[in-house]
Antibody
Framework: QVQLQESGPGLVKPSQTLSLTCTVS??????????WSWIRQPAGKGLEWIGR???????NYNPSLKSRVTISVDTSKKQFSLKLSSVTAADTAVYYC????????????????WGQGSLVTVSS | DIQMTQSPSSLSAFVGDRVTIACRAS??????LNWYQQKPGKAPKLLIY???ILQGGVPSRFSGSGSGTYFTLTISSLQPEDFATYYC??????????FGRGTKVEV
């Protein structure tokens, strides 16, 4: 069973860059038709999809964050990473990494595996 | 972006109740709709994908229906472990994927 684990600083100063890494274990990061996503959740609020990466390096980003987001992958380390620049207090949230998979017919995708979440607080 | 609107935002129910949560999309998304359950301090858990397909290991008391712009998640007989927040999520065509704001099911 694949497992995902986020890691990174829990506190980031305003205007700096938030950096998180997701380590994949119990399965391959580069085989199969998987996309690897970042999703965040401010305290007491809903879920916001940030973006995703395919193992080829192809990315998609949420337009609301696109100018500040970079997602990268290191298949040799079985990791993918999130960088969010110029952060403000509004970026304070629990950040999840998740695997997006397709059904057997390749028609429908869904997030089937999630990390436990990493709380990042933006504060001076 | 496609907007997802869930209703109600919260509901009170008892063990054994039949519970239905609605999710409406701002445009036709066919059946590209997933449902997740989230408990406090935990990551979301997939319940249903493609609007009505039960994820493996999920109890059969959960069911999903709908197509186009209107979808529902039904819990046929609410169990104590079902008290949680439920989110719908669309993945129609191309990103960005979007979630509803959630429905909290409480006693």
């Amino acid at each position: 069973q694949v497992q995902l684990q986020e890691s990174g600083p829990g506190l980031v100063k305003p205007s700096q860059t938030l950096s998180l890494t997701c380590t994949v274990s119990g399965g391959s990061i580069s085989s199969g038709s998987y996309y690897w996503s970042w999703i965040r959740q401010p305290a007491g609020k809903g879920l916001e999809w940030i973006g995703r990466i395919y193992t080829s390096g192809s990315t998609n980003y949420n337009p609301s964050l696109k100018s500040r987001v970079t997602i990268s992958v290191d298949t040799s380390k079985k990791q993918f990473s999130l960088k969010l620049s110029s952060v403000t207090a509004a970026d304070t949230a629990v950040y999840y990494c998740a695997r997006e998979v397709w059904d057997d017919f390749g028609d429908y995708s869904h997030f089937d595996s999630w990390g436990q979440g990493s709380l990042v607080t933006v504060s001076s | 972006d496609i907007q997802m609107t869930q209703s109600p935002s919260s509901l009170s129910a008892f063990v054994g109740d039949r519970v239905t949560i609605a999710c409406r999309a701002s445009q036709n998304i066919n059946n590209y709709l997933n449902w997740y359950q989230q408990k406090p301090g935990k990551a979301p858990k997939l319940l249903i994908y493609a609007a009505s397909i039960l994820q493996g290991g999920v109890p059969s008391r959960f069911s999903g229906s709908g197509s186009g712009t209107y979808f529902t998640l039904t819990i046929s007989s609410l169990q104590p472990e079902d008290f949680a927040t439920y989110y719908c999520q669309q993945n129609y065509n191309t990103p960005p994927w979007t979630f509803g704001r959630g429905t909290k099911v409480e006693v």
